[in-house]
């Protein structure tokens, strides 16, 4: 709990999900927690990726800060995941960013590309209502929680970590 008590700021987490059930399902479960989250949405890799390059609508870098955290599905319109995740992960300014992979496939084929592209984690989406909001809840205790990480315990909107 070492982050909690050292960064006062909310901690940023991107969504990159097109389905509005998902969605919801992951807004709602994040609100149950206590620790100050701020969840950014986006429905499709092309908003992604402008978001995290800070293009057009996305260039303003006090209203769109760095996220801590990115849950991305695989699955989306104009850009796929993996397009958006190599994108992510062969980028100096972006790489270090966490990358958990949530989608419906549990395919090994995916898994393996999630991976070959530095997924820093693959989890399928369960079914059940109850059985998502535990995972949704887990990412958040590891990711958000127990996970140390040095852009988890400068001021919110440091981007700094060349020295780290």
């Not at 955290?69 to 104009?78: C, H, I, N, S, Y």
Request: hydrophobic letters at 35%.
């Amino acid at each position: 709990m070492v982050p909690e008590a050292i960064s006062p700021k909310p901690l940023l987490i991107l969504l990159v999900e097109d389905n509005p059930d998902h969605t919801e399902l992951i807004r709602r479960n994040l609100e149950n927690h206590q620790r100050t989250i701020r969840l950014c949405h986006v429905s499709d890799g092309e908003e992604a990726l402008n978001y995290l390059f800070r293009r057009q609508g996305y260039a303003d870098a006090a209203r769109s800060p760095r996220p801590h955290l990115v849950l991305l599905d695989l699955r989306l319109p104009k850009i796929d995941g993996l397009e958006v995740l190599r994108q992510i992960k062969t980028s100096e300014e972006l790489l270090r960013i966490p990358v958990v992979v949530l989608s419906t496939s549990n395919a090994e084929p995916d898994i393996l590309r999630a991976y070959r592209h530095y997924a820093n984690s693959y989890l399928v989406k369960p079914i059940d209502p109850a059985q998502f909001r535990e995972l949704i809840s887990t990412i958040y205790s590891y990711w958000m929680r127990w996970n140390n990480c040095p852009w988890c315990l400068r001021p919110h909107g440091s981007e700094n970590l060349q020295s780290a």
